[in-house]
């Protein structure tokens, strides 16, 4: 299970027949630790956690092997 940029699907070095996705319904926020952006980039997205920033949406790709691990087993033991 791995939680990565939508756009690694499309890559060629990608072996897409190998997975299958999980999209989350809203797009996923992540957040800048506090310091680690320079004053001149900061938004309004700013709190104690640090910058708020959304720069690509996620999806959650699984494994064909897990998927069928899972339904034998029960749960995801390997990838």
Not at 4 to 16: C, D, G, I, L, T
Not at 46 to 59: E, I, K
């Amino acid at each position: 299970l791995l939680l990565m940029p939508n756009y690694v699907y499309a890559k060629s070095f990608f072996p897409e027949k190998k997975f299958v996705y999980i999209v989350p319904r809203k797009r996923y926020v992540y957040w800048t630790p506090k310091g680690l952006r320079p004053k001149n980039k900061l938004q309004n997205h700013a709190s104690s956690l640090g910058v708020r920033t959304s720069p690509f949406v996620s999806f959650w790709y699984v494994t064909r092997n897990c998927l069928t691990k899972a339904t034998q087993d029960g749960f995801c033991s390997t990838l």
